[in-house]
């Protein structure tokens, strides 16, 4: 799989840029769609409902993300008459122009195996992560900071944050300033109540998934991009709904866990090694070395082992 290119700061998805110029058209981006209806946000916040011109329907499905001409009718309505290219696509739930992806981990319930694989799915999909420890008001033990140390060490931004107190929401608002973000991260992490934190005007149910499921309300939601107080868009809806690791490959894998792949590019048997412990191996020694996280290479060990079954299952 091809690096995907990461968008720099400046160019956070939300801002909307000028695609070329055509005339009599606006410049909007989706903010949400269903059968055939789009919500196109343009750059004064106004929100017009419009419909595809016939040559951008045959061209393929117009994702809510996805940047976009309009041309204004009188009636108030809108037409999309062109679709600007994607800097980056989500699969599950559909979302083009992602930039950040929030990976929520909860203090009372933390699962770093879950975080890294989301962390890994990520950084394949070219987005830059930020991990968000929820619910510090329940950091009894103080182990918070430590965690956030792991990652920081990777090189991520981490933000310690309480969706119940707001402790760290403001810094957490000023990591999405500018770019379409998507939050991550198990049943209960948290993620509603920052959603509802973030941008209260969401009204996302918070602790009641067990009932939604209980109920049999199961119906598919539309994926919202909800405009953040201080500029960006955030997603209504988890950014991963699934948590295999489809596209990713065994050779690809030290590249999507960037403390791995920084010692893999210096490894003596070069793309032939897998670095599961091989003699010699140097990440196996940037490890021993403490140079490396042993968690995050256990989990590494763990994801190869998942990606090689997955790629002999394919091919036999
Ligand atoms: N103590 C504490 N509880 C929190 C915090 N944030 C969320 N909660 C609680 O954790 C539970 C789950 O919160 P949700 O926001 O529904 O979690 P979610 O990640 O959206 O869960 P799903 O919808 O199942 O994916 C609820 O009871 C919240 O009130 C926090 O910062 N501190
Ligand atoms: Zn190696």
Same mark, same amino acid.
């Not at 290479?297 to 590494?300: A, K, V």
């Given at each position: 799989m091809a690096r995907a290119r990461k968008p720099s700061e400046e160019e956070g998805g939300a801002t909307v840029r000028p695609l070329a110029k055509r005339e009599g058209t606006v410049d909007g981006m989706v903010v949400s769609r269903r059968s055939g209806f789009y919500d196109v946000q343009l750059p004064s916040g106004d929100v017009v409902l419009a419909t595809l011109r016939g040559n951008v329907r045959k061209r393929g499905p117009v994702l809510t993300g996805d940047r976009v001409k309009v041309r204004l009718l009188a009636? @108030?309505?809108g037409v999309v008459e062109e679709v600007g290219p994607r800097v980056t696509c989500l699969a599950r739930p559909p979302l083009a122009n992602v930039t950040r992806l929030v990976a929520v981990v909860p203090v009372d319930h933390p699962d770093f195996f879950l975080l890294d694989r989301v962390l890994v799915l990520g950084e394949a999909a070219g987005l830059c $992560? &930020? &991990?968000c420890i929820n619910k510090v008001d329940l950091d009894d033990e103080g182990q918070a900071g430590a965690w956030a140390e792991r990652y920081r060490q990777v090189g991520y931004p981490v933000v310690l944050v309480s969706a119940r107190t707001g402790q760290g929401m403001e810094e957490l608002a000023g990591l999405l /300033? @500018? *770019?379409v973000s /998507?939050? $991550? @991260?198990? $049943? @209960?992490?948290?993620k509603s109540s920052i959603l509802n934190a973030l941008v209260p005007a969401a009204g996302a149910e918070v602790g009641e998934m067990a009932a939604r499921i209980g109920g049999g309300r199961h119906t598919t939601r539309v994926v919202r991009l909800l405009p953040l107080p201080g500029g960006g868009l955030l997603a209504d809806t988890p950014g991963f709904s699934r948590l295999d690791l489809v596209g990713i490959g065994s050779r690809d894998l030290d590249r999507w866990m960037p403390d791995i792949g920084r010692w893999a590019d210096r490894c003596q048997f070069g793309e032939s090694c897998l670095h599961r412990g091989e003699e010699g191996c140097a990440v196996a020694r940037a490890v021993e070395e403490g140079r490396v996280s042993k968690h995050r290479?256990? *989990?590494?060990r763990r994801l190869i082992d998942e990606v090689l079954a997955m790629e002999v299952r394919r091919y036999s």
């Open positions: 009636d @108030g309505r $992560s &930020v &991990v /300033t @500018g *770019h /998507t939050l $991550s @991260g198990p $049943s @209960g992490a948290g290479y256990q *989990h590494y």
